[in-house]
């Protein structure tokens, strides 16, 4: 029921920045709980950020300090402001939406690759 969209990966160098977009359709991002992951070639799935209805955010060690989770109920989109980007930041990023108390209705995106390297 829920369709969405991620755009704004591509090739980026060492210390570069990148804003990734979920655009949603089907459901508002305002009452789901949305998250960004990152899956590297031959890893496992690993959430890079989180913003719940209430927008309290959760951040992965790893990038805490470097990347913001942002929402626009407006535009029914999520952003994924990715800042001071490292060669392990290089994977495919997705963008996920759950209900917070329908818990089966998950949805996720298709994802977007997000290179970093010199």
């Known amino acids: 029921q829920v369709q969405l969209v991620e755009s704004g990966g591509g090739l980026v160098q060492p210390g570069g920045s990148l804003r990734l977009s979920c655009a949603a359709s089907?459901?508002?991002?305002?009452?789901?709980?949305m998250g960004w992951y990152r899956q590297p070639p031959g890893e496992q799935r690993e959430l890079v950020a989180a913003i719940t209805r209430g927008g309290n955010t959760n951040y992965a060690d790893s990038v805490k300090g470097r990347f913001t989770i942002s929402r626009d109920n407006a535009a029914n989109t999520v952003y994924l402001q990715m800042n001071s980007l490292r060669p392990e930041d290089t994977a495919v990023y997705y963008c996920?939406?759950?209900?917070?108390?329908?818990?089966?209705?998950?949805?996720w995106g298709q994802g977007t690759q997000v290179t970093v390297s010199s």
């Open positions: 996920n939406a759950n209900h917070p108390v329908f818990k089966s209705r998950d949805y």
């Open positions: 089907g459901g508002s991002v305002s009452i789901y709980a």
